[in-house]
C-alpha cells in the first residue's frame, strides 16, 4: 500500500475525502438514513433495527460522531445520537457543490 500524499492536494479536497470515507459503509449509511427517517435522538434501537453486533454499530456511530455528522447526548445509562444539523448541512453544500459543477449539456465522450 502507497504512501498518501495529501500534502499533493488542497485542504478542500483532503476534507471531502475524509468524508466521503465516512459515507463509504453501507451501515453507516444505515444509521443515518434511521437517524434521518426517525426524526428524533436514537438511543439503542440500532442493534434491533439493523442486525449487527452492538459492539460493531459503537464503532460506526464513533466514526459519524468523531467526523461530527451525528452527536451524541448521555441519558442515563445510555447515550442518544441524532443528526449534527449544521454539519449535515454544511456537507450538504460541499457534495452539491461538486455535483453542480458538471455541465449538464456536456457531449465529451
Not at 500500500?1 to 449509511?29: W, Y
Not at 434521518?36 to 439493523?50: A, H, R
Request: charged share 25%.
Amino acid at each position: 500500500m502507497g504512501v498518501t500524499r495529501s500534502d499533493l492536494f488542497t485542504e478542500k479536497q483532503n476534507e471531502f475525502s475524509k468524508i466521503a470515507k465516512v459515507f463509504g459503509h453501507p451501515a453507516r449509511l444505515a444509521i443515518l438514513e434511521y437517524l434521518l427517517k426517525s426524526q428524533t435522538c436514537i438511543c439503542g434501537d440500532l442493534v434491533e433495527e439493523l442486525g449487527l453486533a452492538q459492539a460493531t454499530i459503537s464503532q460506526h456511530l464513533k466514526e459519524l460522531k468523531n467526523a461530527e455528522i451525528i452527536k451524541g447526548n448521555i441519558e442515563g445509562t445510555s447515550v442518544c445520537y441524532c443528526i449534527n444539523e449544521d454539519k449535515w448541512y454544511a456537507l450538504k453544500g460541499i457534495f452539491n457543490e461538486l455535483f453542480d459543477r458538471y455541465p449538464s449539456a456536456n457531449d465529451c465522450c
